[in-house]
Nanobody, 121 residues
Framework: QVQLVESGGGSVQSGGSLRLSCGVS????????MAWFRQAPGTEREGVAA???????SYSDSVKGRFTISRGNAKNTLYLHMNSLKPEDTSMYYC???????????????WGQGTQVTVSS
């Protein structure tokens, strides 16, 4: 089993920055692959960024060049550094984990409860 707890969301003006964190606990064999997703009301869950245990990353076109995903040295924290935020980045952000490489597809086995990000123009 894996437990994921997100934090760091909040309200920011357009062009601002935020750093999301996801605390990871549980079976380390189930967190080889991790990712950040977001979902706004009435929309499908969208993969934003993914990372594997070797540090290889993937990003959606909508955030490439603005967001950076990383893992802490002890591999028990996942981060999402978000720069140049836009109103369209407003969403609930979730971290996810699995032993399977789902990349940006929302098929991960483990999910956090989400943290809200609101960007005002």
């Amino acid at each position: 089993q894996v437990q994921l707890v997100e934090s760091g969301g909040g309200s920011v003006q357009s062009g601002g920055s935020l750093r999301l964190s996801c605390g990871v606990s549980g079976d380390p064999y189930n967190v080889y692959y991790m990712a950040w997703f977001r979902q706004a009301p009435g929309t499908e869950r969208e993969g934003v960024a993914a990372i594997d245990s070797f540090g290889s990353t993937s990003y959606s076109d909508s955030v490439k060049g603005r967001f950076t995903i990383s893992r802490g040295n002890a591999k028990n924290t996942l981060y999402l550094h978000m720069n140049s935020l836009k109103p369209e980045d407003t969403s609930m952000y979730y971290c996810a984990a699995d032993r399977v490489d789902w990349r940006l597809y929302p098929n991960y086995s483990y999910w956090g409860q989400g943290t809200q990000v609101t960007v005002s123009s």
